[in-house]
């Protein structure tokens, strides 16, 4: 089983960047499809991207899509999540999925097995 850690959350003012970090443990990274999804209260999880095993393809949310960047490192067993342009409504609790699949990416929350705590991303000015 892979245990996931997401960190790089904070305050950021409109407009702004940050880097989400997820490092993984107690599995072979490079066979997961991995991915970001965010939360607010009273709201369902909402997926954000998922890059595959082999990092060669990446998918987006709309409400994302030329701002933030997937990425992930194999060899350093982490996967990033660059937000750039950040907007109030990216405000929400950040948690990162893992599944074992090879396939290519995963959008559904239902079908990972493995998440992080999450990690709070507040954009405010």
């Known amino acids: 089983q892979v245990q996931l850690a997401e960190s790089g959350g904070g305050l950021v003012q409109p407009g702004g960047s940050l880097r989400l970090s997820c490092a993984a443990s107690g599995g072979t990274f490079s066979n997961y499809a991995m991915g970001w999804f965010r939360q607010t209260p009273g709201k369902e999880r909402e997926f954000v991207s998922s890059i595959s095993a082999s990092g060669f393809s990446t998918w987006y949310a709309d409400s994302v899509k030329g701002r933030f960047t997937i990425s992930r490192d194999n060899a350093k067993n982490t996967m990033y999540l660059q937000m750039n342009s950040l907007k109030p409504e990216d405000t929400a609790v950040y948690y990162c999925?893992?599944?074992?699949?090879?396939?290519?990416?995963?959008?559904?929350?239902?079908?990972?097995?493995?998440w992080g705590q999450g990690t709070q991303v507040a954009v405010s000015s």
């Open positions: 999925a893992a599944e074992l699949w090879s396939n290519g990416v995963i959008l559904a929350a239902d079908e990972y097995d493995y």
